[in-house]
C-alpha cells in the first residue's frame, strides 16, 4: 500500500484555520488557508477566546473549498489527520472536535500531529511551482515559528534529537515584539522583513547571544537591547521614528536573529555530518534568513530544503506531510483525544 494514500488535514493550532488533503505525505492536492492575521492586527496580537471563536466560524467553508479543489470522495481518503498541539487550547479543540466529527461519520481512522511535527514534514511536500530536494538523512532542522525555536537533528523518519532550543522567546515572538516596538503592523515578522528591505547604511548593530558553544538560543537581551536603542532614539517621545531609521534597525534586528540562526545551524550540521539542512516554521518565510543559510549550507556542501513560505506559515499541508509517516507507522487517536497545548517534540 502506498504511504497513507490520500489524508485530510486539520490545522487549527493558532490564528490560521487549515485544511489540505495530501497523498503519501509529499503531493498537495488540495491546502486552503484561512488567515486572522488582520482581524489580530486590529488587537496588536492574538487573543485566543477571538481566535477559537474564528476558527469556529470559518472551519466548515474551509473544508468545502479545500474539497471541492481536491475533486476526491470519502472512499479515496484512508485517514482524517489532526494537530493536537502544541498551541492554544481553545483553538486546538476546534480542529479536533472536527477531525473527530469526520472521522467517526465517515468511519475513518484518526491520526493525530505534532504541530511541530508538521513543520519539519513541510519539506517534503513536493511543489509544482519549483524542483524541492528530498531531505536526505541525517540531517539537521531549525523551525522556527511564533511559539518554537529549536534545532533537531533526524537519523531517520520521526526520530528527533533535540540539539538545542530557545531559552526564553522564539524568533517569531522577538520579531513580532520587535515589530511592535518600531510601531510596524502586525505580525512583526513579515512586517519587519519589508522595512529592513528599505535600509541603505546598515549602521545599526545589535548583540548576538552566542552562549558559548551551546545549540541553544537566546532572544530576550536582543529584544531588551532594541527596545533601549528604540527609546533613545525617539527621545523618550512618543513621536514615531522617520521610516529610514525604521529602515536602519528592523535590518540590524533582523540581521543579529539571522546571523545566530545560521551560524548555529550550520555548525550544528556540521557536528552531526548532516547530508542535508532542514528549515521551517512561519520565521523560514523570511527571505534574508532563506537565503543567508542556504548560501551557507551550500559552502559546507549540504543542500538547504526549505519549503515555500506559504507552506512555512501555519497550514494543513504539513500536518497531512507528518500525518503520512505517522499513519504508516500506526500512530492513531480515539474519539477521547484531547487538546495537548505543550506537547514537546523531543527531548534532549
Ligand atoms: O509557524 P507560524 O505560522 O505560527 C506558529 O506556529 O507560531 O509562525 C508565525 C510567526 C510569527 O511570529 C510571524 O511574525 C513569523 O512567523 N513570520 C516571519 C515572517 N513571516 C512570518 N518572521 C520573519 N519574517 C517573515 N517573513
Ligand atoms: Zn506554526
Known amino acids: 500500500m502506498k504511504r497513507g494514500g490520500l489524508i485530510l488535514a486539520v490545522e ?61 470522495g470519502w472512499d479515496d481518503i484512508s485517514a482524517v489527520a489532526v494537530t493536537e498541539g502544541p498551541g492554544l487550547a481553545g483553538s486546538l479543540l476546534v480542529g479536533i472536535n472536527f477531525a473527530k466529527t469526520l472521522a467517526y461519520v465517515h468511519g475513518k481512522p484518526l491520526v493525530p500531529v505534532s504541530h511541530l511535527e508538521g513543520h519539519l514534514y513541510a519539506a517534503w511536500l513536493t511543489d509544482e511551482a519549483r524542483e524541492v530536494p528530498e531531505p536526505l538523512f541525517p540531517l539537521v532542522a531549525l523551525i522556527v515559528s511564533g511559539g518554537h525555536t ?27 515584539k520587535v515589530g511592535r516596538l518600531l510601531g510596524l503592523p ?31 538560543f537566546s532572544f530576550s537581551g536582543l529584544k531588551t537591547a532594541a527596545r533601549r536603542t528604540i527609546a533613545v532614539e525617539a527621545g523618550g517621545a512618543e513621536m514615531p521614528l522617520p521610516q529610514d531609521r525604521v529602515a536602519e534597525l528592523a535590518d540590524g534586528f533582523q540581521e543579529s536573529v539571522v546571523d545566530v540562526l545560521v551560524t548555529k545551524t550550520i555548525r550544528a550540521a556540521k557536528a552531526a555530518g548532516a547530508r542535508s539542512v532542514v528549515l521551517g516554521g512561519g520565521v523560514a518565510a523570511n527571505r534574508v534568513l532563506r537565503d543567508r543559510l542556504a548560501q551557507a549550507a551550500r559552502a559546507a556542501g549540504m543542500p538547504l530544503v526549505v519549503p515555500r513560505p506559504a507552506l512555512c506559515t501555519d497550514n494543513g499541508a504539513m500536518i497531512g506531510a507528518a500525518a503520512a509517516r505517522r499513519f504508516e507507522a500506526g500512530t492513531r487517536a480515539g474519539l477521547d483525544l484531547d487538546a495537548k497545548p505543550s506537547l514537546p517534540l523531543a527531548r534532549r
Open 186 to 216: 502586525y505580525p512583526g515578522g513579515p512586517a519587519i522583513m519589508k522595512a529592513a528591505a528599505a535600509a541603505v547604511r546598515h549602521d545599526v548593530a545589535f548583540p548576538r547571544a552566542w552562549l558559548g558553544d551551546s545549540f541553544d
Open 12 to 72: 487549527s493550532s493558532c490564528d490560521e484555520t487549515g485544511i489540505a488533503v495530501v497523498e503519501d505525505g509529499r503531493k498537495i492536492h488540495s491546502n486552503v488557508v484561512a488567515s486572522q492575521v488582520a482581524m489580530h492586527a486590529a488587537t496588536g496580537g492574538i487573543v485566543p477566546e477571538v481566535a477559537a471563536r474564528a476558527h469556529l466560524r470559518w472551519i466548515v467553508p474551509v473544508l468545502d473549498e479545500a474539497w471541492s479543489a481536491a475533486g476526491v
Open 150 to 176: 529549536f534545532l533537531v537533528e533526524m537519523r531517520d523518519h520521526l526520530q528527533y534529537r533535540l540539539l538545542g532550543e530557545t531559552l526564553d522567546d522564539a524568533a517569531g515572538e522577538a520579531f513580532d
